[in-house]
């Protein structure tokens, strides 16, 4: 099943769009987190610029 919605995400307007993930440090317990997002390539920068 993977193998198919990797070939579907290579072709067509599925090229346009990257996953994303970010790790984020928790101020209280030190411990780290990670904020997965599908964006389009325009907006890559503005995923990782924004503070969690």
Known sequence: M???TVA???TGT???FT???KMVKSEKTGNYTFK???VHND???DFLSKDY
């Open 2 to 4: 993977a193998k198919k």
């Open 14 to 16: 599925g090229r346009d």
């Open 36 to 38: 997965e997002e599908v």
């Open 19 to 21: 996953k994303v993930v």
């Open 8 to 10: 579907t995400l290579k």
């Open 43 to 45: 907006h890559v920068k």
